[in-house]
């Protein structure tokens, strides 16, 4: 199976930027598509952005133009680097893949980083 690790969040000023990463403990090549989703306490948990297995990126609005998500597949790693973060930002991300292949129907949450972006 896929375990993922989600690590790299942080405290920062809001303008400012950050990159959290997501290490893939098993086989990239069982993953269709990977992305980063964030929560806040009390709120149903929210895509941020994904990428699939062709490098194919997706972003949610409000972070188009200043989030990029990327994958190195061959360090079994996937980032998401956010430039000119808001205290909206502000929430836990979670790492989350879908299985490809023999791991079809199959998802994976890694346990989240935490991000505060203060005013």
């Known amino acids: 199976q896929v375990q993922l690790q989600a690590y790299g969040g942080g405290l920062v000023q809001a303008g400012g930027f950050l990159r959290i990463s997501c290490e893939v403990i098993?086989?990239?090549?069982?993953?269709?598509?990977m992305g980063w989703y964030r929560q806040t306490p009390g709120n149903q948990r929210e895509m941020v952005a994904t990428?699939?297995?062709?490098?194919?990126?997706n972003y949610a609005d409000f972070v188009k133009g200043r989030f990029t998500i990327s994958r190195d597949v061959a360090q079994n790693m996937m980032y998401l680097q956010m430039n000119s973060l808001k205290p909206e930002d502000t929430a836990t991300y979670y790492c989350?893949?879908?299985?490809?292949?023999?791991?079809?129907?199959?998802?994976?949450w890694g346990q989240g980083t935490e991000v505060t972006v203060s005013s």
């Open positions: 989350q893949a879908d299985g490809a292949r023999r791991a079809r129907g199959r998802e994976y």
């Open positions: 990428i699939n297995y062709l490098d194919v990126k």
């Open positions: 098993g086989s990239m090549f069982d993953i269709y598509t």
